[in-house]
């Protein structure tokens, strides 16, 4: 009998090893909010979501000031509009002559606040599977400079 039960937790054992190896231990978002998934747990945070923002908005702020004057505004709605024609644009609706971080991420904050069904403040890949295919209409930032082009007003 002990050698049938040996027998059978070994068998146990590899079947639970073979799974382990079909499935692999990936809990990185998929989707067009991935990018936001920072530390690939499968899901993204506002403090997550933020940190990109911020990365993103310090490329585009050429001069270093915190805020995108005209110019850095003009260069990031061409960019966009060229990359997707549907994607949200940059608007000072502050009006204040320039684009600060809060009117910058508010496009993304409010996608954020309308998949965020149960208000954990985390969005699931579940939450996330309902986004809009271009992550909101928002185009991540180019590495490099567009070359211009129509820019809508």
Do not use: Y
């Not at 978002?29 to 990365?55: I, Y």
């Not at 490329?59 to 850095?72: F, I, R």
């Not at 684009?99 to 996330?128: C, W, Y």
């Amino acid at each position: 009998m002990r050698l049938g039960s040996l027998c059978l937790a070994l068998l146990l054992a590899l079947i639970g090893a073979s799974q382990a190896w079909a499935q692999p231990d990936d809990n990185s978002l998929t989707g067009p909010l991935a990018r936001f998934d920072t530390n690939h747990d499968g899901s993204v945070s506002l403090a997550e979501m933020d940190a990109v923002l911020r990365a993103d908005f310090g490329s585009l702020d050429h001069n270093h000031d915190g805020a995108l004057n005209g110019s850095e505004m003009a260069e990031e709605n061409d960019r966009r509009s060229q990359a997707d024609p549907s994607a949200t644009l940059l608007f000072d609706w502050k009006g204040s002559g320039f684009i600060d971080f809060d009117e910058f991420a508010a496009p993304m904050h409010t996608l954020f606040a309308q998949l965020d069904r149960n208000k954990d403040g985390v969005l699931s890949q579940r939450e996330a599977d309902s986004a809009p295919a271009d992550g909101g209409g928002a185009a991540a930032p180019s590495q490099g400079k567009g070359r211009g082009g129509h820019r809508r007003h």
